[in-house]
């Protein structure tokens, strides 16, 4: 059961979840943040350094904000602006640095 970003976190960003995040699975792009699904391991660090409780885990999230389980999976596996292929599982990131691009849904917003 991993952890999602949802809505509140938009144009937010303070990032303290970043610096919570023991596996560093917790990726930048340009409006939000979002957790990869694949690399977290539920530990549940990042959750209440989040000063709007954007964070929690994916069959607790507020129904209102439901679509954004499957959103924080699709910045990994659809291919986003700018790019050639998905993200994948590229093993954190501080690796990938900042990625700068939102999902489809969430540039719409
Ligand atoms: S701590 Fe919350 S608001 Fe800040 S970047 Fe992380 S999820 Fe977004
Ligand atoms: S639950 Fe743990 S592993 Fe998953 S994103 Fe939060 S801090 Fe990282």
């Known amino acids: 059961m991993p952890y999602v970003i949802a809505s509140p976190c938009i144009d937010t960003m303070d990032k303290s979840c970043i610096e919570e ?3 560093d699975c917790i990726y930048e792009g340009d409006r939000k943040l979002y957790i990869n699904p694949k690399e977290c391991i539920d530990c549940g660090a990042c959750e209440p350094v989040c000063p709007v409780e ?3 885990q994916d069959r ?3 129904e209102e904000d ?3 389980v499957e959103d924080n999976r699709r910045f990994f596996t659809e ?4 790019r050639d292929e998905p993200l994948g599982a590229p093993g954190g990131s501080r690796k990938t640095g900042v990625i700068g691009v939102d ?3 969430v540039a719409a917003l």
């Open 54 to 56: 954007a964070i929690s």
């Open 103 to 105: 999902t489809t849904m």
């Open 66 to 68: 439901s679509e954004f």
């Open 60 to 62: 607790r999230v507020a």
């Open 79 to 82: 291919v986003l602006d700018g």
């Open 21 to 23: 995040c023991p596996v």
